[in-house]
Nanobody
Framework: QVQLVESGGGLVQAGGSLRLSCAASGRTFSSYFMGWFRQAPGKEREFVAAISWSGLNTDYADSVKGRFAISRDNAKNTVYLQMNSLKPEDTAVYYC????????????WGQGTQVTVSS
């Protein structure tokens, strides 16, 4: 199991940028496929982005492609989500999640960090 702690959320105007961080502790971070998810009020949690253990492969939801970038630093046990050109519809609680290599689902989750984009 890996423990995950997100940070970097806040209030930003539309068009602005934020960088979320997710610090991991516990089991070997580099064995984990990492993802970011978000949940807006009254909506289901949705996938935002994911990155392979090596960092070479990434995936994004269509709604954030070209605006968000996921990266990781295995030496620092940290995964990042750079969010640019933010829109009010990006407002949500953002969660970091880890999926151990060889498993099918994300089993470890952070507590979430609030991102609010004002128009």
């Amino acid at each position: 199991q890996v423990q995950l702690v997100e940070s970097g959320g806040g209030l930003v105007q539309a068009g602005g940028s934020l960088r979320l961080s997710c610090a991991a502790s516990g089991r070997t971070f580099s064995s984990y496929f990492m993802g970011w998810f978000r949940q807006a009020p009254g909506k289901e949690r949705e996938f935002v982005a994911a990155i392979s253990w090596s960092g070479l492969n990434t995936d994004y939801a269509d709604s954030v492609k070209g605006r968000f970038a996921i990266s990781r630093d295995n030496a620092k046990n940290t995964v990042y989500l750079q969010m640019n050109s933010l829109k009010p519809e990006d407002t949500a609680v953002y969660y970091c999640a880890g999926r151990l290599s060889g498993t099918a689902s994300y089993g470890d989750w952070g507590q979430g960090t609030q991102v609010t984009v004002s128009s």
